[in-house]
């Protein structure tokens, strides 16, 4: 028996047994998670397969974008638009979007670290930032994720040159039911 006491206790031979089984239901029940978010993982797979693949090629071989079943499913083929910028590309990317003059989508994120007794010092910062608190200032710019998406949607749909790998932009077809 292995406990972390220095003095001897005594441990009946039921709270023993309990702990056992306790400690073989929590063994199952891991291993049962851990089957289930694998399952869960091969369903998604499936799902996007059937999304992306199997229903868009279908629907294009017969000359569909839209089909309602017997059984009253609607099944809608769409172009979606998917963008990111890779962060080894964020700085060019910026550069792009300042000299095309879509600049006003770039958000620049200023990051102070203060300790938790610095609440004063936190709400009264103004300007300076660097100077004051060199050590603790970071910078950083961002595009957020849909804003950009939507960005090169437009784009797209209005036929303007856009660099796509610059900005990470790909489209599909994806079938939704509805």
């Not at 083929?77 to 979007?97: N, Q, T």
């Not at 910078?139 to 090169?152: E, G, I």
Request: glycine share 6%; proline share 2%.
């Amino acid at each position: 028996m292995t406990h972390d006491y220095t003095e001897d206790i005594e441990v009946s031979d039921d709270a023993l047994g309990q702990l056992s089984e306790l400690a073989l239901e929590l063994r199952t029940t891991q291993t049962n998670v851990a089957t289930l978010e694998l399952q869960l993982k091969i369903a998604k797979g499936d799902v996007r397969e059937l999304e992306e693949v199997q229903i868009p090629e279908l629907m294009a071989e017969v000359g569909m974008t839209e089909f309602a079943t017997s059984g009253g499913l609607k099944i809608k083929v769409e172009k979606k638009v998917f963008a990111s910028i890779p962060k080894y590309r964020m700085d060019e990317a910026i550069k792009w979007l300042d000299d095309n003059n879509e600049g006003g989508m770039v958000k620049r994120n200023v990051i102070v670290a203060f300790n938790r007794d610095q609440e004063e010092d936190a709400t009264t910062l103004m300007t300076d930032l660097a100077a004051q608190y060199p050590a603790g200032v970071d910078q950083t710019y961002s595009v957020h994720a849909s804003t950009l998406k939507a960005w090169a949607r437009k784009r797209i749909e209005a036929g303007k040159e856009t660099p796509e790998e610059l900005f990470g932009i790909h489209t599909k077809e994806v079938a939704k039911i509805g």
